[in-house]
C-alpha cells in the first residue's frame, strides 16, 4: 500500500466535518473506469496464480496499459482549474476540494505507480522476462489498496446526501420497473456491500472487505452473520435473497456478482 499520509486522521475528520463530498456521477466515473481496469489486472494476475506460473511479457504489457488508463483518470479528476476540466458534463461537480484531490493522487496514485515500476522492470527491452509469481502477488496486493482507499474514501464522501440519493433512485427504478442492471454497476454494487458490511458488523476489519475476501476465513462471518447480511441487503436493493444461495456464497465477490446478476434480471 501506498505509504498513509501522516495526516490521514486529520484528513477524514475535515472531510466529515466540512462535509467534503464527491457527487454520485464523478464515483460512477471513477468506478466504471478505474473499476474496470482493477478486476483486468486482477484476472491476469490470479490467471497466473492459479497455475502458479509466470506473467508472459505481452500479458504484462497490458498490465502496463491499464496502470496508464487509471493514471489518466485521476490525473483529469484532479484537476483544478475549471477552465481546463476535461469533463464538461460535470462541471457542477468540478474541480474537486484540495484535499480530495491530494488523497485521489496521493493513494491511487502511489500503488499505481508501484505496479507500473514493477511491470516495468520486467518489460525492459535490456532484460525482458515474465513477471514471476512473488513479484505478481504484490501487483494483486497494490490493486487491492486501490479498492480498499476508493471504498474507504467513497464511504466518507458519500454517506451524507449522495448515499440516500443512491438508494433513492434505486426505489424509483424498482417501482418503475427499468432495468437496475443499466442503472447499476458493479462498482456501486460493491460499495452498498462494502457499506454493510463495515456499518452492521464491528467485528470485521474494514481494510479486509476487498473482492476477493473469504467471508468465512478472511472476514469471520458465521451462518447467523451471513443470513443477516442477506436480511440488509434485501432491503437496500430491494430483492429477495434465498438462503440457499447464501449458503453457496465464499467470497465477496461472489456475492456482488450474485446481487448485480440479480438486479439485471428483474
Given at each position: 500500500?501506498?505509504?498513509?499520509?501522516?495526516?490521514?486522521?486529520?484528513?477524514?475528520?475535515?472531510?466529515?466535518?466540512?462535509?467534503?463530498?464527491?457527487?454520485?456521477?464523478?464515483?460512477?466515473?471513477?468506478?466504471?473506469?478505474?473499476?474496470?481496469?482493477?478486476?483486468?489486472?486482477?484476472?491476469?494476475?490470479?490467471?497466473?496464480?492459479?497455475?502458479?506460473?509466470?506473467?508472459?511479457?505481452?500479458?504484462?504489457?497490458?498490465?502496463?496499459?491499464?496502470?496508464?488508463?487509471?493514471?489518466?483518470?485521476?490525473?483529469?479528476?484532479?484537476?483544478?482549474?475549471?477552465?481546463?476540466?476535461?469533463?464538461?458534463?460535470?462541471?457542477?461537480?468540478?474541480p474537486l476540494h484540495p484535499v480530495l484531490r491530494d488523497m485521489l493522487t496521493h493513494y491511487i496514485g502511489n500503488d499505481i505507480y508501484i505496479i507500473n515500476l514493477i511491470v516495468q522492470d520486467s518489460i525492459d527491452p535490456?532484460?525482458?522476462?515474465?513477471?514471476?509469481?512473488?513479484?505478481?502477488?504484490?501487483?494483486?496486493?497494490?490493486?487491492?489498496?486501490?479498492?480498499?482507499?476508493?471504498?474507504?474514501?467513497?464511504?466518507?464522501?458519500?454517506?451524507?446526501?449522495?448515499?440516500?440519493?443512491?438508494?433513492?433512485?434505486?426505489?424509483?427504478?424498482?417501482?418503475?420497473g427499468s432495468n437496475l442492471k443499466s442503472e447499476w454497476s458493479r462498482g456501486e454494487v460493491f460499495i452498498k456491500v462494502f457499506n454493510a458490511i463495515s456499518r452492521n458488523f464491528k467485528f470485521c476489519d474494514e481494510s479486509k472487505i476487498v473482492p476477493k475476501a473469504d467471508f468465512k476465513k478472511d472476514l469471520g462471518f458465521d451462518l447467523p452473520a451471513m443470513l443477516r447480511l442477506a436480511e440488509i441487503l434485501e432491503k437496500t436493493f430491494s430483492l429477495e435473497i434465498l438462503r440457499n444461495d447464501m449458503n453457496q456464497i465464499k467470497m465477496v465477490d461472489d456475492l456482488v456478482e450474485y446481487i448485480y446478476s440479480k438486479l439485471g434480471s428483474n
Open positions: 500500500m501506498a505509504n498513509p499520509l501522516p495526516n490521514e486522521k486529520y484528513l477524514f475528520e475535515k472531510i466529515e466535518q466540512e462535509q467534503l463530498g464527491i457527487s454520485k456521477e464523478i464515483w460512477d466515473l471513477l468506478y466504471n473506469r478505474i473499476g474496470d481496469d482493477i478486476t483486468a489486472i486482477n484476472l491476469i494476475c490470479q490467471c497466473s496464480l492459479m497455475d502458479e506460473e509466470a506473467i508472459p511479457i505481452n500479458e504484462a504489457m497490458m498490465i502496463i496499459q491499464h496502470t496508464h488508463h487509471i493514471k489518466d483518470i485521476i490525473n483529469k479528476v484532479t484537476m483544478s482549474k475549471i477552465d481546463n476540466l476535461p469533463f464538461p458534463e460535470f462541471i457542477d461537480s468540478l535490456a532484460d525482458p522476462h515474465p513477471v514471476p509469481p512473488d513479484v505478481v502477488r504484490k501487483i494483486v496486493e497494490h490493486a487491492s489498496e486501490v479498492s480498499v482507499f476508493m471504498n474507504k474514501l467513497c464511504s466518507a464522501t458519500s454517506r451524507l446526501k449522495d448515499v440516500c440519493c443512491l438508494e433513492g433512485d434505486l426505489k424509483n427504478s424498482t417501482s418503475s
